[in-house]
């Protein structure tokens, strides 16, 4: 557990939970899940001593649940916000790199997600993380350099003044994680709809597109329930009280902001999603399009064969019946007579095919 005091342009990590809240800025209770489920009766003690109130049991419950999809719940005293990011092991593919034809062996361990638990209340915002997660110990370098003065992060120049702006730069950078692993998906599946495609290739892979498409079926899952839980949590901004002085109606004005920012950074993985989704099933559509045209091509080309020959097999069954008197049975020239004819015949019907386009595969 890791405890952080915000205040103005200061920054402090605390060695233990105070025993009374700061006169000035806010507290930033930080820990792992397993963390959480031993030492819950001490921060619950102490957020009755800070707040007045204390987490709500089945709230608790969800903080530790790791199953649990992304949501948003509120109380009269604190506000729950439970959002999935993305696994430790996001894979990043060199730009020049040439993808593989596996997005299934790159993208399972990139598409798992495990829930990051934030509990709002108007000055202590406790967040409950995975063990591997990394988002607690970035920010709080990030926050610390901030406060150094190390002003190298562009855009977010100044320490974060309320815990909901906190939980709101941490979710997202939580989304631009998914923002990233749309390049991933998209080369991925670029190179298997490549595969799927090429007229030269026997695709074999089914099962490896059905479990690309279900990897594609789980992330869209996740991100409605983000977009949301994100929804619910703006609904619930617009419900707070009026804000009482100018400072405190422009931090609320820029919770707004960051709040839709993220509404439209979800929105845009999700519209990716999906129209990854429609890419895979315009492919296979394509694929059996293409199938089906390679197999009237040949079929046509036998036809075609089967009737040149059928008059030549005609001609050589005629001229092998067992009669004395057939025409040209007994004439020196007959073979070449009936050769010239079949001749005739098969060359008449090849151009007559030709000509009707039947053995020619350009427009």
């Not at 489920?37 to 608790?60: F, Y």
């Not at 990139?110 to 988002?135: E, N």
């Not at 020196?332 to 151009?351: C, D, R």
């Given at each position: 557990?890791?405890?952080?005091?915000?205040?103005?342009?200061?920054?402090?990590?605390?060695?233990?939970?105070?025993?009374?809240?700061?006169?000035?800025?806010?507290?930033?209770?930080?820990?792992?899940?397993?963390?959480?489920?031993?030492?819950?009766?001490?921060?619950?003690?102490?957020?009755?001593?800070?707040?007045?109130?204390?987490?709500?049991?089945?709230?608790?419950?969800?903080?530790?649940?790791?199953?649990?999809?992304?949501?948003?719940?509120?109380?009269?005293?604190?506000?729950?916000?439970?959002?999935?990011?993305?696994?430790?092991?996001?894979?990043?593919?060199?730009?020049?790199?040439?993808?593989?034809?596996?997005?299934?062996?790159?993208?399972?361990?990139?598409?798992?997600?495990?829930?990051?638990?934030?509990?709002?209340?108007?000055?202590?915002?406790?967040?409950?993380?995975?063990?591997?997660?990394?988002?607690?110990?970035?920010?709080?370098?990030?926050?610390?350099?901030?406060?150094?003065?190390?002003?190298?992060?562009?855009?977010?120049?100044?320490?974060?003044?309320?815990?909901?702006?906190?939980?709101?730069?941490?979710?997202?950078?939580?989304?631009?994680?998914?923002?990233?692993?749309?390049?991933?998906?998209?080369?991925?599946?670029?190179?298997?709809?490549?595969?799927?495609?090429?007229?030269?290739?026997?695709?074999?892979?089914?099962?490896?597109?059905?479990?690309?498409?279900?990897?594609?079926?789980?992330?869209?899952?996740?991100?409605?329930?983000?977009?949301?839980?994100?929804?619910?949590?703006?609904?619930?901004?617009?419900?707070?009280?009026?804000a009482e002085t100018a400072p405190q109606q422009r931090e609320r004005e820029l919770l707004r902001v960051r709040s839709r920012d993220v509404l439209e950074h979800v929105e845009r993985v999700h519209s990716h999603v999906r129209r990854l989704e429609s890419s895979a099933e315009s492919a296979v559509q394509m694929h059996f399009s293409a199938l089906g045209h390679r197999t009237n091509n040949i079929m046509r080309t036998l036809t075609v064969l089967t009737a040149i020959f059928l008059p030549l097999n005609l001609i050589t069954g005629i001229f092998g019946m067992n009669f004395d008197a057939l025409p040209l049975i007994h004439s020196a020239t007959g073979f070449w007579v009936a050769f010239g004819l079949m001749l005739a015949v098969g060359?008449?019907?090849?151009?007559?095919?030709?000509?009707?386009?039947?053995?020619?595969?350009?427009?």
């Amino acid at each position: 557990m890791r405890i952080f005091h915000v205040q103005g342009d200061r920054f402090l990590e605390l060695e233990a939970l105070p025993a009374q809240l700061p006169a000035q800025g806010f507290v930033w209770i930080s820990c792992a899940q397993t963390e959480f489920g031993q030492r819950v009766a001490a921060v619950q003690e102490k957020l009755q001593a800070w707040t007045g109130g204390q987490l709500v049991d089945l709230h608790v419950s969800d903080l530790l649940n790791p199953q649990l999809p992304s949501h948003f719940d509120y109380t009269s005293w604190y506000d729950l916000l439970v959002f999935r990011r993305l696994g430790s092991a996001l894979l990043e593919a060199a730009p020049d790199e040439p993808a593989a034809p596996r997005p299934t062996q790159r993208a399972h361990a990139t598409v798992a997600t495990s829930p990051v638990g934030f509990v709002i209340f108007d000055r202590v915002l406790v967040s409950v993380h995975p063990g591997d997660c990394q988002v607690r110990d970035f920010f709080a370098e990030r926050l610390g350099r901030l406060a150094q003065g190390a002003a190298d992060y562009r855009g977010n120049a100044r320490l974060p003044q309320s815990p909901a702006d906190l939980m709101l730069r941490m979710v997202n950078h939580m989304v631009d994680s998914y923002l990233e692993l749309r390049r991933l998906l998209s080369r991925e599946l670029g190179a298997l709809q490549q595969q799927l495609l090429d007229p030269r290739s026997r695709f074999a892979d089914w099962p490896q597109l059905l479990e690309a498409r279900n990897l594609l079926t789980l992330l869209e899952d996740v991100c409605e329930d983000q977009r949301s839980a994100v929804q619910e949590w703006l609904d619930a901004l617009e419900e707070w009280p009026a804000a009482e002085t100018a400072p405190q109606q422009r931090e609320r004005e820029l919770l707004r902001v960051r709040s839709r920012d993220v509404l439209e950074h979800v929105e845009r993985v999700h519209s990716h999603v999906r129209r990854l989704e429609s890419s895979a099933e315009s492919a296979v559509q394509m694929h059996f399009s293409a199938l089906g045209h390679r197999t009237n091509n040949i079929m046509r080309t036998l036809t075609v064969l089967t009737a040149i020959f059928l008059p030549l097999n005609l001609i050589t069954g005629i001229f092998g019946m067992n009669f004395d008197a057939l025409p040209l049975i007994h004439s020196a020239t007959g073979f070449w007579v009936a050769f010239g004819l079949m001749l005739a015949v098969g060359l008449g019907l090849a151009a007559f095919f030709w000509r009707k386009r039947y053995l020619s595969s350009r427009q």
